[in-house]
Nanobody
């Protein structure tokens, strides 16, 4: 069982920045794909960004391209989401998720979520 623990959420003014962290217990993280999703009140959960651990290839939702950056740290077994130029519409609970590319094609593991609130 892989555990994911997010941190770094909080309250920020529009135009500000936050950095989310996701620590994972995965032993062979090399073959994992790590992603960030978010869910705003009354809305469905949506994809934000993802990174293939083995290649470093990144993927972004159109709504965050140019503002958010996903990255990874091999030594810390952690993924990060740097969020700049935040907007009130970025307010949501942000979830870290992961799956092993060798055995799955869907996100099987999820963190508990961290709240991000952007005030106008």
């Amino acid at each position: 069982q892989v555990q994911l623990v997010e941190s770094g959420g909080g309250l920020v003014q529009a135009g500000g920045s936050l950095r989310l962290s996701c620590a994972t217990s995965a032993r062979t993280i090399y073959w994992y794909c790590m992603g960030w999703f978010r869910q705003a009140p009354g809305k469905e959960r949506e994809f934000v960004a993802a990174i293939q651990w083995s290649t470093g290839t990144t993927y972004y939702a159109d709504s965050v391209k140019g503002r958010f950056t996903i990255s990874r740290d091999n030594a810390k077994n952690s993924a990060y989401l740097q969020m700049n130029s935040l907007k009130p519409e970025d307010t949501a609970i942000y979830y870290c998720a992961a799956y092993n590319e060798l055995t799955s094609s869907r996100y099987d593991y999820w963190g508990q979520g961290t709240q991000v609130t952007v005030s106008s």
